[in-house]
């Protein structure tokens, strides 16, 4: 092919002009082969300059083109549409950044004349083997697999529905609400609970566009963002049915656990009567029927936080809060009973929930900060031995212990991970795609978090991600808009690859599958995100990235640094 | 897609994080977004950080691409200097009023190349900068800054205060700066409006006891901020007003706690932060970090104090702090948890304050017709249905102007406001 490379400098005022003597520049890369034309301008952004870049394409016939100017972050992307506008593809360019990384890092004109030569000339190198890259467009399907029934999914499902775009919401157990249907009320504003779920389960199922799949687990997920396809198992007693269906996302929101206290003697949980948890405490509650083993009424209780804290490795964010809630119902069941609370570091991270602490304080009611404890059953109380904060130990004898354990992840947690292909973080919950940016996005294009699968949090912050996932998908994948997936994508070559899955250890995003019966590797280039790390760990060189190749980079180099 | 009405526009209020993030999805989503922003630059607070907990990215590398993204966005009209007077109409068809102030240098012709600095012979302290440096009356607030245009300060600008100066128009090349430019109403018909206009920190001149302004080296979180940016007032040194390399510091938790009445749910974790941040320039510092509650909620925020406890720091569980000088040292006297008076001596002090309502929180909800809780920040309707629903229909609000939190809850309620937009206006939706 003929080429004819353009190279424009811009002048950009005197920015470039006085740092740079853009004269020795143009006579530099000028001789080079396939330059038709080198040239300066003074301003390459401004409507002129966008103005005479097209023409001069036009009119000379450019096959290719680089501008020597600012960081592709300023301008890159308008010369690339002048490109596209002149009828050039727009990956046939190049840009130079010879103004941050010349003009403006040092006062010796030479110097920064010298290297605006060299990143000119790589960029000449580099442009003269790149190839035309076109955007690709899928259809996508809008509908959305929900799994998980509790408040996170519910509320998902139902800002997601409508006559476009069917849900289906899969719940493991034999009915809607999670584990909000144990509890009596909301902190710190203790509403109903059984009204807010029960409201949510109302609409949930009446709404024509959402099918709810209960005593249902998924068993596979396969394909990509836009193209999912989903395989869920039905366990009706003996009888296990599967269906399947394609969605164009999948939406994890299956709720967490509670640490088991079993898992540390001090608590004597399972080892003593009246030691109970808070979802324990919570149901008893709700049932209206908070009594001892023996059936008396209890004088006296004890609410012990941060259970299990230590062994996670992290404050679950919560328990002060439910703590201090269970602190009303108490209060407000029993009027004359004893609370004492033992804590370590009071967490009450949002606007109101400091107040709600304030109101729940009362004469019977103590806050005692702790910082180690043990439980134990000599005679007909529970004994709770401490050390206080001046170091002293002190025992308690109270008729029932409450343990406010940490949340968890839940079991299904590693398995749905593998079928989405997204990662778990340390502490073993799905891992968001950026701690800040993207809390309820994963690494895989098309798979959404929410609500205590991601993290613990309070069931505000949960209906938060839920409507955050919905925002995310009706953002994104709009019924009838096709979706245009990345088009600097890797390439896997089937003749070099030699087998040895060394890509798929590397890629984050599920990209690379292994054909067994080609025994090659295979790169699905509509879900890679272009990262590179394939092509890096690739010991044959069978893996390449478009725009990237070993080719344009070895010519680019060599202009730069020989 | 789906939208019937001819006003699907959107406003949203504020440039920060939160308004940059979901002006961009509702972008993708071909709506089109007016994004009205007070101050000249976007980005909000969190781009004066140099770091973020507690994965310790640098903030401005993450945010700066968002910014990059907003302004080459062709759905989202950016309209900077800007705040709204009036807010009409019900949800679908808001007629929205909006006040937009001159910047005197043209958005189009400026290309950010600062020649017009040196001349101009005013002088001020730099608010951005917490008065630590000084700028010009031509100015970006910080290198870095975005959109990379400056402005001019017309309250200390001479030219407009009468004087007969032109020294940056002289000095400018592209013709960009126009002296002309009027202040301009601007309509907008909307069909819903997010708020996310931020927070401020409490001012620790209201609890004298610790000292601030009174005493040299006691520092707000913000001004230590800037000190340890690489693009603040000292590129990054940290160094006591004398010049000189602190051997000793203290961190203050829950600044203002007391007075606000809540816990503002980030300080313990920026603190701790502080804590890596004097470490890291100057590894063999002696640091006391006092606290009086632990609050650092999150599966990953416990893992990074555990890793600054490691460091050697001193964490005291403190009450009754009092600071003063001593000598060129400042003391701190408090009582311990073991109830006894301590005193500790150090070079420098860096006050953690709470997270309070932005100064037009008040002004800016009469406007739109929704309230302010009794501490000041926007008021959700009910936090059981939704915490960025307000009790106006069409009204949504996000991040810190709700109440206290971080960047990722921030994001999460930004998304949450476009994911309530954009679910009640698919076609047919039942309820």
């Known amino acids: 092919m003929d080429r004819k490379i353009g190279v424009y400098i811009c002048e950009c005022g005197p920015n470039i002009a006085e740092k740079i003597d853009i004269d020795k520049v143009i006579k530099a890369v000028s001789p080079l082969d396939d330059v038709s034309i080198a040239t300066r301008y003074k301003l390459l952004c401004s409507e002129q300059g966008k103005k005479f870049l097209e023409e001069q394409i036009k009119k000379n016939g450019l096959t290719h083109l680089v501008v020597a100017a600012c960081s592709p972050r300023d301008h890159q992307h308008t010369f690339m549409t002048i490109c596209e506008n002149a009828g050039i593809n727009p990956f046939l360019f190049q840009l130079a950044n010879i103004r941050e990384q010349c003009a403006w890092i040092t006062e010796n004109k030479e110097e920064a004349t010298n290297k605006a030569i060299r990143l000119t000339k790589a960029a000449i190198g580099r442009v003269r083997y790149h190839v035309p890259l076109e955007k690709k467009e899928i259809e996508s399907n809008p509908d959305v697999l929900v799994i998980g029934g509790g408040i996170a999914g ?91 269906f394609n969605v164009g996302a999948v939406v994890l929101a299956t709720g967490c656990a509670l640490f088991d206290p079993t898992d540390d003697p001090n608590y004597g949980y399972g080892k003593f009567d009246n030691v109970i948890t808070a979802l324990e405490f919570e149901k008893m509650n709700l049932a209206g029927n908070i009594r001892l083993k023996n ?44 609370i004492s609370n033992f804590y370590t570091d009071l967490c009450l991270p949002e606007k109101s929930y400091q107040k709600f602490y304030e109101q729940s304080r009362g004469k019977k009611n103590d806050f005692i900060r702790i910082d180690s404890i043990k439980i134990t059953n000599p005679g007909n109380k529970l004994t709770i031995t401490h050390n206080d904060e001046q170091g002293n130990k002190k025992s308690h004898g109270v008729d029932m212990v409450i343990l406010s354990p940490a949340l968890e992840p839940s079991v299904d947690t590693k398995k749905l991970a593998e079928f989405t292909r997204i990662s778990q973080d340390d502490e073993g919950f799905f891992a968001e795609e950026h701690e800040k940016l993207g809390p309820v996005t994963t690494s895989t294009e098309g798979v959404y978090i929410a609500g205590c699968a991601q993290g ?81 760990a690739c010991p044959s060189g069978a893996a390449s990235l478009k725009h990237f190749t070993f080719n344009q980079l070895r010519q680019e180099l060599k202009e730069a640094v020989l | ?87 009409k109409g019900s949800p679908g068809d808001f007629k929205v009023k909006i006040h937009k102030k001159p910047r005197y240098v043209d958005m189009d012709n400026c290309i950010g190349c600062t020649a017009c600095f040196d001349p101009c012979p005013v002088s001020i302290k730099n608010e951005f900068e917490e008065g630590l440096s000084t700028r010009k009356a031509i100015y970006i607030p910080c290198a870095g800054a975005l959109p990379n245009v400056p402005c001019i300060d017309t309250n200390n600008c001479l030219r407009f205060q009468g004087k007969d100066c032109q020294a940056c128009q002289d000095a400018c090349m592209f013709n960009a700066i126009d002296f002309n430019q009027k202040d301009e109403k601007i309509e907008l018909n909307v069909e819903a409006i997010i708020v996310a206009t931020g927070y401020k920190l409490f001012d620790p001149n209201n609890t004298p006891h610790y000292g601030y302004k009174k005493i040299n080296d006691v520092y707000t979180a913000l001004e230590f901020e800037r000190l340890y940016a ?6 990054g040194k940290i160094q006591l007003k004398n010049g000189k390399t602190p051997k000793s510091g203290a961190i203050i938790h829950c600044i203002g706690r007391d007075k606000q009445g809540y816990c503002s749910s980030v300080c313990c974790m920026y603190s701790l932060k502080f804590n890596h941040y004097l470490k890291s320039k100057i590894p063999e510092i002696q640091i006391f970090e006092l606290y009086t509650d632990l609050c650092i909620p999150g599966k990953s925020h416990q893992k990074f104090y555990e890793k600054i406890k490691q460091t050697g720091t001193t964490l005291i569980r403190a009450t009754d702090i009092k600071i003063t000088q001593q000598g060129q040292k400042i003391a701190i006297t408090h009582t311990d948890e073991k109830g006894k008076k301590r005193n500790i001596i150090v070079d420098m002090v860096i006050l953690s304050p709470a997270i309070v309502p932005n100064t037009d929180a008040s002004q800016l909800a009469n406007i739109l017709g929704i309230t302010c809780d009794d501490l000041g920040f926007y008021k959700e309707e009910n936090q059981n249905i939704s915490s960025v629903v307000t009790p106006k229909p069409g009204v949504f609000i996000a991040g810190c102007s709700q109440g206290p939190k971080n960047i990722q809850e921030t994001v999460s309620q930004a998304n949450a406001a476009v994911g309530k937009i954009l679910s009640a206006s698919q076609e047919g939706i039942n309820g």
């Open chain 1, 456 to 536: 613990p949090k309070s069931i505000q912050n949960t209906l938060i991600q839920a409507e955050a996932v919905a925002g995310k998908i009706l953002s994104s994948l709009i019924p009838g808009k096709k979706i245009e997936p990345e088009v600097k994508v890797a390439h896997i070559s089937e003749s070099f690859c030699i087998g040895c899955k060394t890509c798929l250890t590397v890629c984050s995003y599920g990209v690379i599958t292994f054909d067994s019966t080609k025994k090659v590797c295979v790169a699905n280039e509509v879900i890679c995100r272009g990262c590179g790390n394939c092509v890096a």
């Open chain 2, 1 to 87: 897609m789906n939208n019937k009405n001819s006003n699907s526009d959107i406003l949203v209020i504020g440039a920060g994080i939160a308004g940059i993030e979901a002006s961009l999805m509702l972008s993708k989503s071909d709506r089109k977004v007016h994004l009205i922003e007070k101050n000249s630059y976007t980005g909000g607070m969190s781009i004066k950080f140099e770091e973020v907990f507690s994965n310790m990215e640098c903030s401005t590398c993450m945010i700066s691409p968002k910014q990059q993204d907003l302004l080459q966005d062709k759905n989202i009209n950016l309209i900077m200097l800007a705040t709204v007077e009036d807010v």
């Open chain 2, 230 to 235: 690489s693009n603040g007032p000292t590129q």
């Open chain 1, 295 to 338: 059936g008396k009424t209890p004088k006296s209780v004890a609410i012990i936080h941060c259970v299990g804290r230590d062994k996670k490795g992290y404050c679950s964010e919560i328990c002060c809060m439910y703590s201090i809630k269970f602190v009303r119902y108490l209060q407000n069941k029993i009027p004359e009973i004893k």
């Open chain 1, 154 to 244: 519910m509320e998902a499902s139902l800002h997601l529905a409508s006559p476009q775009r069917k849900i289906y919401l899969v719940e493991k157990t034999s009915q809607l609400g999670g584990v909000v249907t144990n509890l009596e009320k909301t902190f710190p504003d203790m509403q109903s609970c059984p009204k807010i779920i029960q409201d949510k389960i109302d609409q949930v199922t009446n709404n024509d566009n959402i099918k709810v799949y209960t005593n249902c687990e998924v068993t596979e997920i396969l394909g990509f963002f836009g193209n999912f396809e989903g395989t869920v198992t039905q366990n009706n007693n003996e009888d296990k049915t599967t269906v399947g």
